[in-house]
């Protein structure tokens, strides 16, 4: 097989790999598939996380990433999709920076390596086997990469800078019957703050 049909095999690769997660995680959010929350559960989430309004956070991140996710994977607008899901990404590794780098501590590993795979697509091009291809490579121009990647690092500049931080929960107070009794949540309690039914999904890819 020749180097040039490689490179476009992996770059075909690649982009379905990567759409198809992004795909998935957003139609998670826009219509609850695959055990998201919804619009509306994913708006709850978006408030709690500080990113308001939330009802149109919700949305703009659910159609980032499927968006995004559907045209990287059909190799159309590659630079505006990848722009697009870069810029989506953004807004998720703000919320997991306090944490850390890695996934397992809550970090931003995986929403980085989802949004430098879907930046790279968007700079080299979705390659031969893709629909930019087929049409000429109107939508895949060097210019559409300019003004893409600027649009989309200002406007997650923009919603990442108005970001409310949320306040850290205050501590418990002691219970009146016992001093000794601090009534801590038990292990259920802060399950079930954290499932997904519970909309606080948002971001968190």
């Known amino acids: 097989m020749p180097c040039l049909n490689r490179k476009d095999l992996g770059l075909l690769v690649l982009r379905l790999g990567t759409g198809g997660v992004l795909v998935a995680h957003g ?37 980032g990433e499927a968006g995004g996710g559907a045209l990287l994977a059909l190799g159309l607008a590659t630079p505006v999709a990848g722009a697009a899901a870069a810029g989506t990404m953004a807004g998720a590794i703000s919320v997991h920076t306090p944490n850390g780098f890695f996934i397992q ?14 930046a790279g697509l968007g700079l080299a091009g979705a390659g031969r086997y893709s629909l930019d291809r087929l049409t000429g490579h109107r939508l895949d121009r060097t210019a559409y990469v300019l003004v893409a990647f600027a649009a989309s690092a200002a406007a997650a500049t923009a919603v990442v800078s108005r970001r409310v931080t949320p306040e850290p929960p205050a501590p418990l107070a002691p219970s009146s019957d016992d001093p000794d009794d601090r009534d801590d949540p038990d292990a259920a309690d802060i399950v079930a703050d954290a499932e997904p039914g519970n909309g606080d999904e948002g971001f968190v890819i």
């Open 27 to 63: 139609t998670q959010k826009l219509f609850g598939w695959f055990g998201g929350g919804g619009i509306e559960g994913t708006a709850k989430g978006m408030e709690h996380m500080g990113f308001l309004p939330a009802k149109p956070s919700a949305i703009a991140a659910g159609l």
């Open 105 to 118: 501590s809550g970090g931003y590993e995986y929403p980085a390596f989802l949004g430098l795979c879907a």
